[in-house]
C-alpha cells in the first residue's frame, strides 16, 4: 500500500463522496478517502426502512448528542450522524431538497463568488439521476437516483386532501420553479431501494478505478503540516497509527461536527483555546466551529386505528410480514418508505419572501426520535424552524481525538425563533385538524390540552429538538470569522480545503443532503481547474 495521494478526502460521507467520484474520473488522479465506519453498503442501509439505523444506536451512527441546551429546558438533544460511507445519506429519511433559490442569492450577496443559485443549479443538475422529473430543473444522467416513492401509502392521499381543506397549495416539485405548498417528497431511491451517495459515487467505481482508493475503519486524528501548508493526514485502522501524504492538497469531509474538531485538533482554530488545551497553534482562526446553525423542530404526534401506518402490534406484525414478502417480490411496500413520505414548505406570514418552515409528514408515531415507544400504530408531523437567528458553537472537550467534541447549536435562545415557531405551530395544526386527517386520527398525544400561546411555548422548549440539518462550522466567506473562501480553501492555509455542509455561511430553507453532493461537485471542478494550473 502506498503511503502518498494526490488528494486525500477525509470522510466518506455525502461531500466526500461525491468530490472523490468525480475527481478520479480523470485517470490521471489518484485520489485515497478515509473513512472511520464502513463501506455502508448492508441490507440495513439499502433497505429504506433501515431509517431505523439513525434511532438512538450506534450501528452506523455516532449517535452524539449536545450540551444541555438553555433554551429546551436544560435538555440534551441527540445528534445522529452518519458512520459508513455515503455518511447520513445512508441513515437519513432520504428526502431530496436543494433548498430555495434564495438562499443561494444570499451566499453569493456575502461575497461568495461563483455561489448564487443559477451558478450551483447546474451542480445540482450534474449530481441528479430523476426517474421522473426532467425539464429545466433537473437531470437525468447523473449518479444520484431520485424517485417518487413506492409505498403506495393511502395517507399520502389524506394528507393532500387535508392540505387542500385547509387552503394551501398542492406542490408536485418542490426543486422546480416554485417551493411553497404541501406535496410528497422525492427521495433518493431507485426501484424501492436507498441510493446513498456512496451507491452513486464510489462503490461501482471501488476496485476497478485504479487511482481511488477508499479505506474503511479509519479515524483521521490530526493533519500534519509543514509551516502553513497541509502536508499528510495521521489516522489509526484497526489499531495501527498510520501516515498518509498528499502530493497535491487534503480535502476534509467530516461533516459540520468533526470536520472543526479536526482542525482544532491539528492547530488551525481559536488559538488562545487551542494552547489551553495544550495543542500547539499552526494557524489562530477564529471562526473554526463557530456559525453552528440547526433547524429546530417540533414534532405533532397522532393514535389512529390503521394498519397503513407504522406501529406496534399483533395486526401490524403480520402485516409487516406481508409487507416483506412483497417487498421480496416488487420492491414495494411499506419496507421501502422513507418515514416522511409528505412534505411541505409554508409562510407563516404572507409578505415573506420565501417559506420560513418545513414540514415532515410521518407515517409513524414518533416520540423524542423513536427513544420512546408506545403501544399501537399513528401517524406524526414536524415542522421545523428554516432560517432561525440562534447560533452556536463546536468546541473541544480534549485534545482526545477520540472523544467527542462539545455540541451546542443554542436551541431557541434568540427569542425571535421561539416566537417564530408558535406560529409554525399554529400553521402546522391548522393543516393537521383539517377533516381528512382529524377524521383519521383516534387521539391526539401530548398536545391535546395545549391550547393558548404561552402553553405552546412551554411544549415547544419542553419537546423541541434537532430534524438533523447541522451545518455552518467552517462557513465560507471573505470577512475575519470565515473559515474557507469561495474556493473552499482553508484562510491562511495552503493545501487544505473543506468539502462539506461545515462550509454553508447560512442555513439553507431544506434538506441538507442533496446540497452537501453540490458542494462536493463544484468541488471537483474547483480542484480539477486547480490542478491543471499545476
Known sequence: MTDISDYIVVGGGSGGCAVAG???????????????????????????????????????????????????????????????????????????????????????????????YEEVLPYFIRSENNESLGGQYHGQSGPL??????????????????ARQAGFPINDDFNGAEQEGIGIYQVTQHQGERWTAARGYLHPHIGKRANLRVETGCQVTRVVFEGKRAVAVEYRQNGVQKTLHARCEILLAAGAFQTPQLLMLSGVGDGAALQKMGIPVVHDAPGVGQHLQDHPDFVFKYRANSLDLLGISAGGSVRMMREFSRYQRQRRGMLTSNGAEGGGFLKTDPSLPAPDIQLHFVMAMLDDHARKLHLGHGYSCHVCLLRPKSSGEVTLASPDPFSAPLINPRFLEHPDDLENMLKGFKLTRRLLNAPALAQARSSEFQTADIQIDDQIRAVLREKTDTVYHPIGTCKMGTDDMAVVDPELRVHGIQGLRVVDASIMPTLIGGNTNAPTMMIGEKAADLLRAAHRQG
Open 22 to 116: 468525480r475527481l478520479t474520473e480523470d485517470p490521471g488522479i489518484h485520489v485515497t478517502v478515509l473513512e472511520a465506519g464502513n463501506r455502508g453498503d448492508s441490507w440495513v442501509v439499502n433497505t429504506p426502512i433501515g431509517v431505523v439505523a439513525m434511532l438512538p444506536t450506534k450501528l452506523n451512527n455516532w449517535a452524539f448528542e449536545t450540551v444541555p441546551q438553555p433554551g429546551l429546558n436544560g435538555r440534551r438533544g441527540y445528534q445522529p450522524r452518519g458512520k459508513m460511507l455515503g455518511g447520513s445519506s445512508g441513515l437519513n429519511a432520504m428526502v431530496y431538497i436543494r433548498g430555495h433559490r434564495s438562499d443561494y442569492d444570499h451566499w453569493a450577496a456575502l461575497g461568495n463568488t461563483g455561489w448564487s
Open 145 to 162: 437516483r431520485v424517485s417518487h416513492l413506492r409505498t403506495d401509502n393511502p395517507y399520502q392521499q389524506r394528507y393532500l386532501e387535508a
